[in-house]
């Protein structure tokens, strides 16, 4: 997935919930620790720039791994794109922010949540 300083914050969530349809991605103002979820308060808007976001932000490529633990892919999109993301899970009609399960893998999160509208 490429990051570029064009892209909205919605060009990034809609390919994350493309390979991921059971998950979504939200995007905040301030870093989070593992296993600790982030105030709606800092979330930044969907139709924002990435380079208002970030405006040092360096073009890139993501690759999205499917093994790779939630906090393990947080931690990344900080490093990598200065991007503070918190990945959330579906659970029947609700988004859930997966902080307490930050240890699962994208895959098993996305499975949960598949499972979770299927119901």
Known sequence: ?????????????????????????????KSHEAHTASPKESQWP??????????DLIDGTLKLNSDLT??????MMEKDFGLHVQVFRRSNQLWLQTSA???????????????????
């Open 70 to 75: 939630v906090s393990d892919f947080e931690q």
């Open 46 to 55: 969907e139709n924002t720039l990435l380079s208002v976001v970030n405006p």
């Open 101 to 119: 399960t930050d240890d699962w893998t994208l895959e098993v999160q996305n499975t949960k949540g598949l499972h979770s509208i299927q119901k």
């Open 1 to 29: 997935m490429k990051i570029t300083k064009d892209l909205m914050i919605k060009d990034i969530q809609k390919k994350f919930h493309q390979t991921y349809n059971g998950l979504k991605l939200e995007f905040y103002k």
